[in-house]
T-cell receptor, first 111, second 114 residues
Framework: GEDVEQSLFLSVREGDSSVINCTYT??????LYWYKQEPGAGLQLLTY?????DMKQDQRLTVLLNKKDKHLSLRIADTQTGDSAIYFC???????????FGAGTTVTVRA | DVKVTQSSRYLVKRTGEKVFLECVQD?????MFWYRQDPGLGLRLIYF???????EKGDIPEGYSVSREKKERFSLILESASTNQTSMYLC?????????????FGPGTRLTVL
């Protein structure tokens, strides 16, 4: 089955860049996602990348995909206190409608 | 904007009670999902549904059942609640728009079983 792994915690200083890493095992992944969960809320889609892309940039967010190593990363430039949240990596494999999620990385932004 | 609503934000039940968690989406999506979220474990899929009256087991269906009588509503049922079902429950619906597949989440129900 699918297995998505990410580190559990990241602490970053305000104004610095944050990099959240994720690895996955399913080579048939078609989409890879980053979701954000703020305290007490549901998950909100931040960005996604197709499996045939290497990089996607969206304002302060940069997603890098290394298909050979099955490694996905999310870089947040100029991290702000509002970026404190749990970030989930997820993959969609083939024609299946299910997503497989990682355990989530809790990002804490310190002043 | 897609809206997924869940009937309760917080719920406290006793062991052995039957518990209903309701989810409604307003965008005519075919697919709906129930997950539970636990610290360090991320989201785990309980059940999902591709269409009305259709259901499929996810990764952790034991102790749960679901009902989808109408397209917009997907209910999660705990037949006899147990303390190990204390968790955050998240509902989602999904769409395929062009080439993009996306799941939309409700705000979650935090269930405590005493």
């Amino acid at each position: 089955g699918e297995d998505v792994e990410q580190s559990l915690f990241l602490s970053v200083r305000e104004g610095d860049s944050s990099v959240i890493n994720c690895t996955y095992t399913d080579s048939s992944s078609t989409y890879l996602y980053w979701y954000k969960q703020e305290p007490g809320a549901g998950l909100q889609l931040l960005t996604y990348i197709f499996s045939n892309m290497d990089m996607k940039q969206d304002q302060r967010l940069t997603v890098l995909l290394n298909k050979k190593d099955k490694h996905l990363s999310l870089r947040i430039a100029d991290t702000q206190t509002g970026d404190s949240a749990i970030y989930f990596c997820a993959e969609k494999a083939g024609a299946d409608y299910k997503l497989s999620f990682g355990a989530g990385t809790t990002v804490t932004v310190r002043a | 904007d897609v809206k997924v609503t869940q009937s309760s934000r917080y719920l406290v039940k006793r062991t052995g009670e039957k518990v209903f968690l309701e989810c409604v989406q307003d965008m005519d999506h075919e697919n709906m999902f129930w997950y539970r979220q636990d610290p360090g474990l991320g989201l785990r899929l309980i059940y999902f549904s591709y269409d009305v009256k259709m259901k499929e087991k996810g990764d952790i269906p034991e102790g749960y059942s679901v009902s989808r009588e109408k397209k917009e509503r997907f209910s999660l049922i705990l037949e006899s609640a147990s303390t190990n079902q204390t968790s955050m429950y998240l509902c989602a619906s999904s769409r395929l728009a062009g080439d993009v597949y996306e799941q939309f989440f409700g705000p979650g129900t935090r269930l405590t079983v005493l």
